[in-house]
C-alpha cells in the first residue's frame, strides 16, 4: 500500500495512474464510482478530495480539469487535461456552450486546447469532409471566433444545427465547401448563417469518455 493512503484510497490512486496510461487521461467521477461499487458520486469526491490533500492528485472543479501526479504523487510526469462541453443541437438565440446546448463533458489534454478560451466539442454528422481526414462521430474541437480566412475550417451554423466546411469567399458571397466530391458546395446568405468557430482539433470517437 502506498504511504499515507488508505486502502480503497491506494486502489482509486493505482486505477488513476493505469486509466491514464492506457487512455492518456484520467477517468470521470462516474467510471470511478462503477469501478469501486461506489454508488453516490459524492463518495467518489469525498476519495478524491482526500488524495489531493495528500499530495497524489490535483483537481480544479471550476474549470474541471485534472492533473495527475502520478503514483507517487512526484515522481511520475503530470498529464493535464480540461474538460469542454460537447454541443449538440444549438437553440436558436442561446450561447453556443449554455446548458440547454451541452449534451456532456469531454476530456482533451491542454495541449490541444493550450490557452483559448472557451473552446467546445461538436461532434462530426455525416462524411461530407472524409478526405480532410474527419469521419462521422469524430470529435472536433472548436476555437470559438465569428471570422475566417479563405481556406479555413470551420463551424458554422445553419439554422439551428452546426456543420464543419471549408469556408470559401467569392464574389458573389460565402461557399462552404465539402471534402468529398459526392457533396455540392453549399452557398450561404450572410443573414442565414453565422460562423461560430475555426476548427483546430480532432479525436477519434473511440478514445472520448463522456462526463
Known amino acids: 500500500m502506498t504511504r499515507g493512503l488508505t486502502e480503497k484510497q491506494d486502489q482509486i490512486v493505482n486505477f488513476i495512474v493505469e486509466y491514464v496510461h492506457e487512455y492518456g487521461f484520467p477517468p470521470t467521477i462516474r467510471e470511478i464510482g462503477d469501478k469501486f461499487h461506489i454508488s453516490s458520486l ?3 469526491t469525498v476519495h478524491l478530495d482526500a488524495l489531493q490533500r495528500k499530495g497524489y492528485i490535483n483537481r480544479d472543479r471550476n474549470s ?4 495527475v501526479i502520478g503514483r507517487t504523487g512526484k515522481d511520475a510526469p503530470e498529464r493535464k487535461v480540461t474538460f469542454l ?7 436558436a438565440g442561446r450561447p453556443i456552450t449554455a446548458v440547454e446546448n451541452v449534451e456532456g463533458h469531454i476530456p482533451i489534454s491542454q495541449e490541444l486546447v493550450r490557452n483559448i478560451p472557451n473552446a467546445f ?3 462530426v454528422q455525416g462524411d461530407s469532409m472524409i478526405e480532410d481526414h474527419i469521419m462521422p462521430n469524430d470529435l472536433v474541437i472548436i476555437k470559438p471566433q465569428e471570422t475566417a480566412e479563405h481556406g479555413d475550417m470551420v463551424a458554422v451554423l445553419l439554422s439551428d444545427e452546426a456543420t464543419i466546411k471549408r469556408i470559401h469567399f467569392t464574389p458573389n458571397g460565402v ?4 471534402a468529398n466530391p459526392h457533396f455540392k458546395p453549399i452557398d450561404v446568405r450572410q443573414e442565414d448563417s453565422r460562423i461560430i468557430g475555426k476548427v483546430i482539433g480532432l479525436i477519434r470517437d473511440y478514445q472520448t469518455k463522456l462526463l
Request: hydrophobic share 50%; net charge positive.
Open 85 to 91: 462541453p460537447l454541443v449538440g443541437t444549438i437553440a
Open 64 to 67: 474541471r480539469s485534472i492533473t
Open 42 to 44: 459524492r463518495g467518489v
Open 121 to 123: 466539442v461538436l461532434r
Open 175 to 178: 461557399r462552404l465547401m465539402p
